[in-house]
C-alpha cells in the first residue's frame, strides 16, 4: 500500500541552477547585512527612534509577507511565466502538502526571499546619512529587509513540531510566527492569517476584514474570481505535479 505522503503533490528538486541562483542571492544579503552593521555602528549612535523604527520595519515586512502571500494563494495563474512555477504553484503545492516544506534545504527554502530582500538591503545601504529623518528611513529599510529575510524559515519552523529551543523561545515570546497563529492559515480555504514572517499582523488584518475587502474590490474592478485556481488544486491534487525550480514556500 503506498505511503499517503507519496501520493500528495511534492516540489520538485531545484535545477543546478537555480540553486547557483539562490546561493549566490543569500551570499549577497548577507554581505549587504554586514556592510550595514559596519555602516550603521559607524554613523549611528544611540538615538531614542532606533527601537521603534525597527518595530515598524519587521510590522511593515509582516504585512508584505501577507500581501505577497494572499496574491499567491489568491490570483493568477500557476502558468504565468516566472512568478507561476516559482511563487504561486509552490504556495498552493503547500496547502495540500504542508510537510514538503520540511524536506526542503536551507538555500531552497531561503534562497528566493533572500533575493526578494537584496533591493531593500542594498536601498539601505545606499541612503546618506547626513541627516536624522534619512538616518532612520536607512534603518527602516535594512530592518525591513533584514525581518523579511528569514522569512520562509520563519515558515518551515511554524510548521516544525520540534524547533530548535531558540526558536522555540522567540515563537513563544510572539516575535516570530509560531505554529498556532499559523495553523489557522491552514484551515481551508486558507482565506486568512497569510502574514508569515512575525505574524503581528494576521490578527488586526482578520478583524478590520482587510483581504476580504481587496479581494470583493479586485473581483468588482475584474471580474477574476479569488482562489479559482487553488480550489481546482484542492479538487483534484493529483493535477499538482511537482513544482521544477519552484521555491519551497507557502
Ligand atoms: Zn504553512
Ligand atoms: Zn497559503
Known sequence: MPDRRDTLPQHGATSLATQLFETAALACAAGLLACLAVQFSAALGARWW?????????????????????????????????????????????????????????IDTNG???FGALPFLAGALLVPLEEEFLQALAVFLGGFGACALPTNQIHKWAHQPDPPAPVRWLQRLGLILGR????????????????ITTGWCNRPLAAIGFFPALEWLITKLTGAQPRHEDLAL????????PVRGGPAVG
Open 50 to 106: 532606533l527601537a521603534p523604527v525597527l518595530l515598524l520595519a519587521a510590522a511593515a515586512a509582516d504585512f508584505a509577507s501577507g500581501l505577497v502571500h494572499w496574491f499567491a494563494d489568491t490570483w493568477g495563474s500557476e502558468r504565468m511565466p516566472v512568478l507561476g512555477p516559482r511563487l504561486l504553484r509552490p504556495f498552493r503545492v503547500h496547502h495540500l502538502n504542508p510537510g514538503d516544506l520540511l524536506e526542503r534545504n536551507f
Open 234 to 241: 484542492a479538487d483534484a491534487p493529483q493535477a499538482a505535479l
Open 112 to 114: 528566493d526571499v533572500a
Open 180 to 195: 498556532t497563529g499559523h495553523d489557522q492559515h491552514h484551515c481551508v480555504p486558507h482565506a486568512t492569517h497569510y502574514c
